[in-house]
Nanobody, 118 residues
Framework: QVRLVESGGGLVQPGGSLRLSCAASGSIFSKNNMGWYRQAPGKQRELVAVIKWGGSTNYADSVKGRFTISRENAKNTVYLQMNNLKPEDTAVYYC????????????WGQGTQVTVSS
């Protein structure tokens, strides 16, 4: 059983910063990818950023230069540092952990609300 626990969401003014954390526990394959997705009301869930076990990263164009994803492999923890937040960043942010093939293992956190508003 794999469990993901997120923390760090909240209410912030435009231009502010937040740091999200996600700690994974359970039987986890070391060579995994961890990422953050978000879902705004009435919209589909979208990729924000992903980091592979070796450290390479990918970002959505909308957050490049403002968000930074990082990880601590020894703690099975991924972080998302969000700077210069905008109202359009308001969403529920979900942590994701996955690895495979040959079998695909795909796990999600419960989500944490981020609201950017004055």
């Amino acid at each position: 059983q794999v469990r993901l626990v997120e923390s760090g969401g909240g209410l912030v003014q435009p231009g502010g910063s937040l740091r999200l954390s996600c700690a994974a526990s359970g039987s986890i394959f070391s060579k995994n990818n961890m990422g953050w997705y978000r879902q705004a009301p009435g919209k589909q869930r979208e990729l924000v950023a992903v980091i592979k076990w070796g450290g390479s990263t990918n970002y959505a164009d909308s957050v490049k230069g403002r968000f930074t994803i990082s990880r601590e492999n020894a703690k099975n923890t991924v972080y998302l540092q969000m700077n210069n937040l905008k109202p359009e960043d308001t969403a529920v942010y979900y942590c994701n952990l996955r690895w495979g093939p040959p079998s695909l293992f795909d796990y999600w956190g419960q989500g944490t609300q981020v609201t950017v508003s004055s």
